[in-house]
């Protein structure tokens, strides 16, 4: 049986190696950082570990071929990945952390190859589900302009929640873990990791490459974690190019409210004046979520770095001196919903790879 390695247990990760492992393949997943529960990992210490960190939720983008080339490509994986988040939510409803709700979208300034010609008939083309166009007087009335929206059905998480439950679902199959900070993929091939034994491929799953890739760069992003539950994701594109956004978690998590997109920022401090921000932008954008008491309650301040790509993510096969790499990183924002979709094209990857050496 073909031994794999996975390195980075982000979700990418770990949805390449069950992915790889529900095709029969040998999988250790090696990885610097592991999921644990809400209640205990260290945001500081585990910055640069995306998926704990993100809003985890299904925005669909619907593509335009004239702008963007590999939109498509994206589209599709995000519908891969819807579909195996409904097969989640329905065989796992109590572990998974996956929770189908209605998604809201408002736009202040929307593109009109995107948006403005995005009709229900043509929606439910793209695969969205219960899509509808919202009328005027259903559009925030705050003053500042949105200019369109719609309603569909998608797709939130616990993101804690829901890595672990992977986790968890990976170790019972047999997987195996490795705990251990990678450099290069090539590490994995040679013999100073004798416990790993032989190695038939590498998935560097690693979200940011090994500093090799200078279309790489982090966009710090900071949330705050609030203890009210909502009924709706709800996402607002501001004139200005800004976010407004709320995603619940589900299952007694709060609901997370954003954001920002701050290219090369490092700065792990959160802002209190800018939570404040983001929760007044909220609570305007959709009152509802402010409930009977009238105001939001801050549980937590949340700053995470999100491993971004010029170009969109590297998803493609490379054979190296040492062996054959799978590169699947640089989702930016779109680890979640891309994951499952990116899982299917590095196991095409790995099995296209190993049918061809077989015949050598």
Same mark, same amino acid.
Not at 37 to 43: A, C, G, K, N, Y
């Given at each position: ?19 790889? %492992? ?28 995306? #998926? ?119 170790? +019972? ?97 959160? #802002? ?7 929760? %007044? ?33 590297? +998803? ?5 001196? #040492? ?15 891309? #994951? ?21």
């Amino acid at each position: 049986m073909p031994h794999i390695i996975v390195i980075g247990a982000g979700v990418i990760g770990l949805s390449c190696g069950l992915e790889l %492992q529900n095709a029969g393949y040998d999988v250790t997943i090696v990885a610097r950082d592991l999921p644990a529960p809400f209640e205990v990992i260290d945001s500081q210490a585990q910055i640069n570990f995306s #998926s704990p960190w993100a809003g985890a939720h299904n925005r669909f983008i619907p593509p335009n071929p004239q702008a963007d080339p590999d939109g498509g490509e994206e589209h599709a994986m995000a519908l891969a990945t819807f579909a195996r988040m409904d097969a989640l939510a329905q065989a796992h409803p109590g572990e998974a952390g996956v929770t189908f709700m209605k998604g809201i979208e408002y736009l202040e300034a929307p593109v009109p190859e995107h948006y403005l010609s995005l009709t229900e008939d043509r929606a439910a083309e793209l695969g969205y589900r219960d899509f509808r166009l919202l009328p005027a007087e259903q559009l925030p009335s705050d003053g500042k302009g949105v200019a369109w929206g719609c309603e569909y059905r998608t797709w939130c998480l616990n993101p804690m929640m829901y890595c672990c439950f992977l986790l968890r679902r990976f170790v +019972i199959r047999g997987g195996k873990l490795h705990k251990r900070e990678v450099r290069s993929a090539q590490e994995m091939f040679h013999h100073r990791q004798p416990e790993l034994g032989a190695v038939d491929a590498v998935v560097n799953a690693t979200g940011t490459g090994f500093g090799d890739d200078d279309k790489m760069f982090i966009t710090r992003g900071q949330t705050c974690v609030v203890a009210e539950p909502c009924d709706a994701t709800v996402t607002r594109q501001n004139a200005d190019g800004s976010w407004t956004f709320c995603v619940p978690r589900g299952f007694d998590g709060g609901t997370v409210i954003g954001g920002t997109r701050e290219p090369d920022n490092w700065s792990a401090t959160p #802002s209190a004046e800018l939570r404040e921000t983001l929760l %007044q932008k909220l609570a305007v954008t959709y009152p509802p979520i402010l409930g009977e008491s009238g105001k939001l309650t801050p549980i937590r301040d949340i700053v995470g770095r999100r491993p971004t790509r010029r170009g969109g993510p590297r +998803i493609e096969g490379e054979m190296s001196a #040492s062996g054959f790499v799978m590169h699947v990183y640089g989702f930016g924002g779109r680890g979640y919903e891309l #994951s499952w979709g990116a899982a299917e094209r590095a196991l095409e990857g790995v099995q296209s790879h190993l049918g061809e050496k077989a015949k050598l």
